[in-house]
């Protein structure tokens, strides 16, 4: 399994930026797929997921700004993000886990058994 990620960049406040995701190789249609971030000094942090059926949960500190979605047959996944502040920068990540509970509310960053990819990096200035 592999995921990358693309769309990542530099804005300032109150701006926009659309994250994707492209995922190669066998997952189970189930699986929990979720967008983790991790900024500089700090712990990873689960931002939005989306399971099986579509049901999507947030992080409380992104609802209503980030959208995610899932494209393809769940081999793209997208992450929109409006109204962005410093706050957001980090490297996020896309993930898939066989743990369903990645995607409970609030959604976790992934288990040991997830696969992610190696990122990108959002920078939001003021």
């Known amino acids: 399994v592999q995921l990358v990620e693309s769309g990542g960049g530099s804005v300032q406040a109150g701006g926009s930026l659309a994250l994707s995701c492209a995922l190669t190789g066998d997952v189970y249609s189930r699986y929990c797929m979720v967008w983790f971030r991790q900024a500089a000094g700090k712990e990873r942090e689960g931002v939005a997921s989306i399971d099986g059926d579509g049901n999507t949960n947030y992080a409380d500190s992104v609802k209503g700004r980030f959208t995610i979605s899932q494209a393809n047959g769940r081999t793209t996944l997208n992450l929109d993000m409006k109204a962005l502040k410093p706050e957001d920068t980090a490297v996020y990540f896309c993930?898939?886990?066989?743990?369903?509970?990645?995607?409970?509310?609030?959604?976790?960053?992934?288990?040991?058994?997830?696969?992610w990819g190696p990122g990108t990096q959002v920078n939001v200035s003021s």
């Open positions: 993930a898939v886990d066989p743990v369903l509970q990645t995607c409970s509310a609030p959604p976790s960053a992934p288990t040991a058994l997830g696969y």
